[in-house]
């Protein structure tokens, strides 16, 4: 056959370097610090909770499209909850959508709101799906790139630059706060910023918020909560990083009315439903007390500083996350200057997994000599990663 097999938009990003670095991982009998899930489940309680609704027969079969009202409800309340005295709310029958995970809630969302040739400003670097997902909605991709601060270890958002990147094609910034890879928490001067940015330039906005509540430093603020952007803004939640359940894919989409309804018409199209069973957990996970929350970032935090240390002593330069659970590193203090070949390399020379960050970047050379490690580990392993990496410093 003379026609390529895989969609030429999609060619470009191929197999993922997750699925190779993870099989290096197996293969060399390393520690992945790669890929971002948990190497623990999270609560029992939440875990006993699927059970039951399993035994109970409910979700086993087609649950309502925009998901179970449990859910939906639990979702409702969180918000009200957490951002509450920002004067966020949603309502449970028309601004909550339920999705499998937050990847297929971004993938819905820009399936739904671009049209072919409409721009999207990304902040770079940025997860992965981001860009497949605008190339298969038939946008094009505008990044915008955090730059690296080596004297405070943080990466700064240039807020003209965003603003200079904004054209008369331009229809939606893709926001994602608390950031993956970076660890950057935008602050709330950066975020009225943007707000008053999306509404003079009549802009949509899509926010990954899928870490709110790992933030070690600063403070997690909505940018539906911004004036002028109750209407304007898509904001994503999921169950996978807050409680350690990354294989449920259980996800969120709150929004007006009118954007619920589009996203859900692309959604539709996709997983139709999913994860059952998991909506009646996930509802009862939301519920839990404040307790909870807190001990997770408290925890995620110590784990943070261990790997920080850890990874300072074996001679990297540290970018210090503000939040997630991932840590930026700089491999040139090292010696080193390409991420790719420095992380296919590691595995054998220290036993421990990383990926390069120029795979989060359209600009591969801003990228190349960052790698980024993963600290949503146990003590021990993380510990054991730190000793093991010690031996790059010689």
């Known amino acids: 056959m003379d026609r390529p097999l895989l969609n030429r938009r999609l060619a470009e990003f191929g197999t993922t370097i997750f699925a190779e670095m993870s ?10 610090l790669g890929q971002g899930f948990p190497d623990a489940d999270g609560p029992e309680e939440v875990r006993e909770a699927a059970v039951r609704a399993l035994r109970d027969g409910r979700g086993n079969q087609y649950p309502p499209g925009p998901g179970v009202p449990e859910l939906r409800t639990a979702v409702a309340a969180h918000q009200q909850r957490f951002y509450g005295h920002l004067g966020l709310s949603c309502d449970p029958d028309t601004e909550v959508l339920v999705t499998a995970g937050a990847t297929e809630a971004i993938a819905a969302s820009l399936l739904a709101l671009l049209e072919p040739g409409d721009e999207v400003i990304a902040l770079e670097p940025y997860y992965d799906s981001y860009a497949a997902c605008i190339a298969m909605a038939g946008g094009t991709r505008v990044p915008v790139t955090l730059r690296p601060d080596p ?48 509404c003079e330039r009549d802009l949509l906005v899509i926010t990954d918020e899928v870490y709110e509540h790992l933030v070690f430093e600063g403070e997690h603020l909505p ?22 359940f990354t294989g449920w894919k259980v996800g969120w989409v709150t929004a007006a009315p009118e954007l619920i309804s589009a996203v859900r018409s692309a959604k539709q199209f996709l997983t139709y439903v999913s994860a059952g069973p998991f909506q009646y957990a996930v509802a009862e996970a939301l519920a839990l007390p404040d307790d909870y929350f807190t001990a997770l970032r408290d925890d995620l935090r110590a ?45 054998e020379r220290a036993g421990v997994v990383a990926i390069p960050n120029a795979v989060f970047y359209d600009h591969r050379d801003e990228g190349a000599p960052f790698v980024r490690f993963a600290f949503c580990k146990s003590t021990d392993v993380l510990q054991d990663a730190a000793a093991r990496l010690k031996t790059l410093a010689g």
Do not use: Q, W
Not at 223 to 244: D, E, N, Y
Not at 304 to 321: E, H, N, Q, S, T
């Open 303 to 347: 784990k943070r500083d261990i790997l920080a240390r850890g990874l300072a002593d074996a001679g990297f330069g540290v970018y210090r996350p503000a939040g997630t659970y991932f840590i930026t590193t700089d491999i040139r203090p090292l010696g080193f200057d390409d991420g790719f070949a420095f992380c296919r390399a590691l595995p």
């Open 23 to 32: 099989a290096l991982a197996v293969r060399t009998n390393s520690l992945n």
């Open 223 to 244: 940018l539906a909560s911004f004036p002028g952007m109750h209407g304007r803004t898509v904001t994503i939640g999921s169950a996978g990083k807050t409680f350690s």
């Open 151 to 198: 004297e405070s270890g943080t990466y700064a958002l240039d807020l003209d630059e965003l603003r200079d990147a904004v054209t008369d094609r331009t229809r939606l910034i893709l926001l994602n706060t608390p950031h993956n890879p970076t660890g950057t928490v935008l602050s709330r001067d950066e975020l009225a910023e943007i707000a008053r940015l999306a």
